[in-house]
């Protein structure tokens, strides 16, 4: 069973860092593109970062460019969000998301939920 | 403001049919495929609709994706009380080089 578990939100101040992670199990993870899409509370979805199978190519929202950097761990089958320079609009629920390259997103984790406070 | 335009809500009786549009351009729904994702309340989105039309196993087939130049429709018949949820269209974006969605629709079951 295709598994993805976030973690690592939390509440920080406005101007802080935090780092998400996105434990993937049941699949492959080496051999596919992942995701982390966010929503905001009662707001819509929002797409945020990309990175390839080999960890080779990252691309980011012009929202979070050069503020957030996504990677991945392949021999621990984890992927991460390191989220810097956090503002309060950066308040979302974050998920990570299995792509099929950029086409669409067929697992999803439960999400983590980051709330910026000043 | 969503590059993708969807309606913010529709609703129909339990049995009827509901459609959702999805409006977009050429750098998006025209040039690449669509994809539909539920999200009931308190949920992660699931995969509806891949590829424009193609439902995922276990997706059962009251559900249908179309697409035209640069729109996309999903359809819902024999609507029922489980359905009631929001649902996003979402496609890749070559102009902006990144993946949008559109803004969601709540589907009410009156």
């Known amino acids: 069973e295709v598994q993805l578990v976030e973690s690592g939100g939390g509440l920080v101040q406005v101007g802080g860092s935090l780092r998400l992670s996105c434990a993937a199990s049941?699949?492959?993870?080496?051999?596919?593109?992942i995701h982390w899409v966010r929503q905001a509370p009662g707001k819509g979805l929002v797409w945020v970062s990309r990175?390839?199978?080999?960890?080779?190519?990252?691309i980011y929202a012009d929202s979070v460019k050069g503020r957030f950097t996504i990677s991945r761990d392949n021999a621990k089958n984890t992927l991460y969000l390191q989220m810097n320079s956090l503002r309060a609009e950066d308040t979302a629920v974050y998920y990570c998301?299995?792509?099929?390259?950029?086409?669409?997103?067929?697992?999803w984790g439960q999400g983590t939920l980051v709330t910026v406070s000043s | 403001q969503s590059v993708l335009t969807q309606p913010p809500s529709v609703s129909a009786a339990p049995g009827q049919k509901v459609t959702i549009s999805c409006s977009g351009s050429?750098?998006?729904?025209?040039?690449?495929?669509v994809s539909w994702y539920q999200q009931l309340p308190g949920t992660a989105p699931k995969l509806l609709i891949y590829?424009?039309?193609k439902r995922p196993s276990g997706i059962p087939d009251r559900f249908s994706g179309s697409k035209s130049g640069t729109s996309a429709t999903l359809g819902i018949t024999g609507l029922q009380t489980g359905d009631e949820a929001d649902y996003y269209c979402?496609?890749?974006?070559?102009?902006?080089?990144?993946?949008?969605f559109g803004i969601g629709t709540k589907v009410t079951v009156l």
């Open positions: 050429s750098s998006n729904i025209g040039k690449n495929y």
């Open positions: 049941g699949f492959t993870f080496s051999s596919f593109w």
């Open positions: 590829d424009n039309y």
């Open positions: 998301a299995r792509g099929f390259v950029a086409d669409y997103f067929d697992y």
């Open positions: 979402g496609t890749w974006d070559s102009s902006l080089s990144a993946y949008v």
């Open positions: 990175i390839n199978n080999d960890g080779s190519s990252a």
